[in-house]
């Protein structure tokens, strides 16, 4: 369960069970669009290093970064890079396996495939 209470100010808490998320429409936090592309950034990060610890290896030094690409107009994106970089030293022979890893991202999955979600919003 999500859940935010509005009080008139442009920055909104979002509480979930793991904490709360800030979003803010006067740019002094993330709005919930970027929140939404910071969200898979984030479960890369979370697959590459459930990676790593399968693999028994350090996560340390792994990089991620995203990049979403517009369409003309921008609004509405068309492509998101994840551009990943292994620190010195890491295994070479692992890196296909991280790779693949972040590929299995559940967030990446629903967006990529078009899942079906019925949106129901009604007045309490």
């Known amino acids: ?17 793991g904490g709360i998320t800030v979003f803010a429409t006067d740019g002094s936090a993330p709005n919930p669009f970027e929140g939404a592309l910071a969200t898979i950034a ?7 290093h459930k990676a790593c610890v ?7 030094g792994i990089g ?3 990049k979403p690409s ?23 022979e692992l ?3 991280v790779l693949s890893s972040i590929g299995d991202c ?6 990529q495939h078009g899942n079906t979600i019925d949106f129901s919003i009604d007045a309490a």
């Open 1 to 17: 369960m999500f859940s935010l209470s509005l009080d008139g100010n442009p920055v909104f808490k979002v509480a979930s069970r």
């Open 42 to 48: 984030g479960c890369a990060g979370v697959y590459a």
């Open 54 to 60: 399968a693999a028994g290896v350090s996560s340390a």
């Open 64 to 66: 991620i970064r995203l």
């Open 70 to 92: 517009a369409a003309p107009g921008g609004t509405e994106i068309r492509k998101i890079a994840i551009k990943t970089t292994f620190p010195e030293g890491f295994p070479a």
């Open 95 to 97: 890196v296909p396996q």
């Open 106 to 111: 559940p967030v990446k999955a629903m967006i």
